[in-house]
């Protein structure tokens, strides 16, 4: 078994924030008018509300195995051979999100500032830092997250006030013109956006809260805090660009940003796209960090030291990042994350909740 | 070795012991028709103590014992003569009275010290004006009497194979964690070296992370400041030879905190401590900002600011990083020489750093004025960092941050602010972790403000391990 040192509930709520948060801060309300329209932010704030369903399922299932982390009770469910393989799909999945992840912020990057630098040395010096923090343990990153939570909190200020130059509520009425189908899409798209709360899979057991309740509590509270962040950046961009500028427009947050003028400071959209390097590598270090602890767990006792993982990782993602350039096939990957990771952080964990009522083992432990 | 009761054979050991020292003296007399012999280091002892306090009691009362004679208090018996020998290294005279198998070890050793003075490093206005010394003894003196508590302990450890030097570890038995005096006992014991350079030596020894440029631990002259740190159930580590103690384990914040802050009114300390933290932030960040803004993402500022940022490079020909690091290292250059410089000569460094190469360096078209305000800047923030250690460490930080925003802008100034962040959040002293983010109210009480004293009722968790309670009712009276 590999050690891991406990974190608090408050910690919890940072670490579950921070995972969540992502591109999708800047990209989000684009993404989600393409599909659902006017009722993006309805599509959001319903997403959320499934986000939360998950979180619920993995806490009833954490619940039941409440002193092993998923890598380490998918094998007690499924037995040894197919919880490897659900182990190595974990793997793959989390270094595939934090590739995407990287890549799509590098991106946006490399289309508002670095017009002329090549992609690579801007991924590698990502990746450097991602790397640098994942191979830290689970508190370590916790408290890493905890210093970097500044960031989105004054995006989010930032963001809110930044709607005062003419919110026209009429954007977003009438509600539901073309009925739910649309919202239904937008739901699926913006469901990615949520991901992240699935370390809870992992963290389950390194919790220090008084009750299981109490545990719930925290993914909400960090969960809702999502909602509240993303419902009001995709409030504030559908109320002050309409439909049609929104759809061409892939990051309208930034847009909105450069309304700011201050005497001394004029390029607040720079410094967020910049600062959003700390939202992004919060995400995708916790990514590394669970694909490197779902290697390790391969095996029963260990597989590798987790810092050669997540090094390995690193090196993987950076040579991948050479295939993947252009901005349509990071949009088609995405896509098909966006599918797997319904598969990843929805499917999987239900299957295995069925499995392991089925077989009714954990249950004695519990 | 044991000394026969003859008066020769423990001459000859010391002859042979000390053959080569000629500072080593064996003096033989006889009182009262019995042989005395006396063994010393005439650079270690005091003449006269000798004389008032051996010779002349043992002439008037030749027949008495030994131990009822002499008048000294650090009295000691020994039948080995290789403790005797180590005595004799420690500046005590070894007496050995004829017919008797046993040595006397008095303790008459010549203290040259330089009286207490003000602290030099670490200067504040309001606030005791004490510093340590380099004898352990007086600092341990200074420290008992600042701490008036049976709960106040010293504990004394010899490191050093050749040069046996006292260290004395201190703590208050019932705040100190128990788990980091063991640790710190286990470490110490476990130095094996030829000699100890304090307070150097230790902190290398004794510190987890190999490689890191942030100080792991806190090194001050101010009895005042190491009391405070004990209250927080802090160790202490002192040494003989040095005027510095070592306070451990500290935290990040540790190093921003001033005796001051607790002389002042609450308001004013806090904001003296945001004002060292920002400044920390300026020391890493401000030379990088300028080449980033300069070069790469101008239009962070507005327009107007940028003009004149522009002007004032017009005729430069260098490029902005290689001007902001030239002139990082200047002021490193000037900060040396000010350090080395010969106290007389040092106006000097004022002539030649503030005019010739503040003045002359912008008329010659070379920096521009506002790299020069920019680097004085720097340099003024990095100094308001109380701790020695962790201004030089924050100053030497700016170099790789300069040389990431040249190359990457502002996104690298970011990126390589997130590599300090994680670093910080990676380490641990003794144990415990290093930098907690302030987070929550209870985290920032003393660490990003200084809260008023009556907020402060709890010690910290981390050290604090025993009793907790600072203060039960302060304040009671204006109920």
């Known amino acids: ?366 | 070795m044991k000394p026969s009761a003859s008066i020769e054979a423990p001459e000859q050991y010391f002859e042979r012991m000390f053959a080569n020292q000629s500072d080593f003296q064996s003096k033989r007399l006889v009182i009262g028709g019995i042989a005395y012999a006396l063994y010393y280091l005439e650079t270690m002892i005091d003449p006269s103590q000798v004389q008032d306090y051996i010779l002349r009691p043992l002439l008037l009362r030749p027949q008495d014992a030994v131990h009822d004679v002499v008048s000294i208090l650090d009295y000691a018996e020994t039948e080995q003569l290789e403790e005797a020998s180590q005595a004799v290294m420690n500046g005590k005279v070894v007496l050995h009275r004829g017919k008797e198998s046993r040595l006397y070890l008095l303790g008459v050793d010549l203290k040259k010290e330089r009286s207490i003075n003000i602290p030099i490093n670490e200067r504040v206005l309001r606030g005791s004006n004490e510093a340590f010394i380099e004898s352990l003894d007086t600092n341990l003196n200074l420290m008992r009497k600042l701490i008036n508590s049976t709960e106040f302990v010293i504990k004394q450890y010899t490191l050093g194979r050749l040069s046996q030097t006292k260290i004395a570890v201190m703590y208050m038995k019932s705040i100190a964690k128990p788990e980091i005096v063991e640790e710190l006992d286990k470490r110490l014991n476990s130095i094996d070296i030829d000699y100890v350079e304090a307070p150097g030596f230790i902190d290398e020894l004794i510190q987890e992370k190999k490689s890191s440029l942030f100080p792991q631990m806190l090194i001050t002259e101010r009895p005042d400041r190491a009391r405070a740190y004990l209250m927080e159930g802090k160790v202490v580590i002192a040494a003989t030879g040095s005027p510095d103690i070592i306070i451990l384990p500290v935290s990040f914040w540790s190093f921003f905190q001033s005796p001051e802050d607790y002389q002042i009114s609450w308001m004013l300390g806090s904001l003296l401590r945001f004002l060292r933290i920002c400044c920390f932030f300026i020391t890493i960040a401000l030379p990088a900002f300028y080449v980033s803004v300069s070069s790469f993402n101008p239009e962070l500022l507005p327009s107007a600011f940028v003009h004149t940022l522009q002007s004032s490079l017009k005729y430069i020909t260098l490029p902005p990083v290689i001007e902001a690091l030239s002139m990082i290292l200047l002021l490193e250059i000037l900060r040396e020489a000010t350090v080395r410089l010969a106290s007389p000569v040092a106006q000097t460094i004022g002539v030649v750093g503030g005019i010739v190469i503040g003045t002359v360096v912008v008329q010659a078209n070379l920096v521009s004025t506002t790299m020069v305000i920019v680097a004085a800047l720097t340099g003024l923030a990095s100094f308001i960092i109380p701790s020695y250690e962790m201004s030089s460490a924050v100053r030497l930080l700016s170099y790789p941050a300069i040389l990431l925003s040249s190359f990457f802008g502002l996104f690298g100034l970011v990126c390589f602010l997130m590599l300090i962040i994680i670093h910080l959040c990676r380490m641990h002293t003794m144990g415990l972790p290093y930098y907690k983010p302030p987070f929550g109210l209870s985290d920032v009480k003393d660490t990003l403000f200084r809260l008023p004293l009556w907020t402060l009722r709890k010690r910290p968790t981390g050290t604090a391990a025993g009793d907790q309670t600072r203060m039960r009712n302060p304040r009671s009276w204006k109920r």
């Not at chain 1, 932010?41 to 092993?68: D, K, N």
């Not at chain 1, 040579?319 to 990071?330: E, T, V, Y």
Request: hydrophobic share 55%.
């Open chain 1, 1 to 366: 078994m590999m050690k891991e040192g406990t974190i608090s509930g408050r910690q919890l709520i940072t670490l579950i924030i921070m995972a969540q948060l992502g591109t999708e801060v800047i990209s989000l309300p684009h993404a989600a008018a393409l599909h659902a329209g006017r009722d993006s932010w309805l599509a959001v704030l319903l997403s959320g509300l499934a986000a939360q369903i998950g979180i619920m399922l993995m806490w009833w299932l954490g619940s039941r195995y409440p002193t092993r982390n998923i890598y380490a009770y998918a094998p007690l469910i499924v037995g040894k051979p197919i919880g490897a393989v659900i182990n190595f799909a974990y793997g793959g999945y989390y270094a595939i999100s934090g590739l995407l992840v990287t890549l799509m912020y590098a991106d946006i990057l490399n289309r508002w500032l670095f017009t002329f630098t090549p992609k690579w040395p801007i991924l590698l010096m990502l990746l450097i830092v991602i790397g640098y923090a994942a191979t830290s343990s689970l508190r370590n990153l916790a408290l890493i997250s905890q210093s970097f939570l500044i960031v989105p909190i004054v995006g989010f200020v930032f963001i809110v006030f930044s709607g005062n130059q003419g919110l026209e509520i009429r954007n977003l009425l009438p509600l539901l013109t073309e009925g739910w189908n649309p919202v239904m899409k937008g739901i699926y798209i913006a469901f990615s956006a949520y991901a992240g709360y699935d370390l809870l899979l992992y963290a389950y057991p390194y919790i220090e809260t008084r009750s299981k309740k109490k545990l719930l509590l925290a993914m909400t509270i960090a969960n809702a805090c999502t909602i509240v962040l993303y419902v009001a950046v995709t409030l504030v961009c559908s109320m002050t660009l309409g439909l049609k500028q929104l759809a061409v427009i892939p990051e309208p947050i930034v847009f909105l940003l450069k309304n700011y003028r201050f005497k001394i400071l004029q390029g607040v959209d720079i410094l967020f796209i910049i600062s959003c390097a700390c939202i992004v590598s919060a995400t995708v270090f916790v990514y590394f960090f669970l694909a490197a602890r779902a290697f390790q767990h391969l095996r029963g006792r260990g597989l590798g030291k987790q810092h050669v993982w997540v090094w390995a990782i690193v090196c993987g993602c950076f040579i991948a990042s050479f295939f993947i350039s252009k901005r349509d096939s990071i949009m088609q990957y995405g896509s098909m994350q966006d599918k797997l990771s319904i598969l990843m952080i929805v499917g999987l964990p239900v299957i295995l909740l069925m499995i392991s009522g089925l077989r009714g083992t954990g249950r004695s432990r519990a």
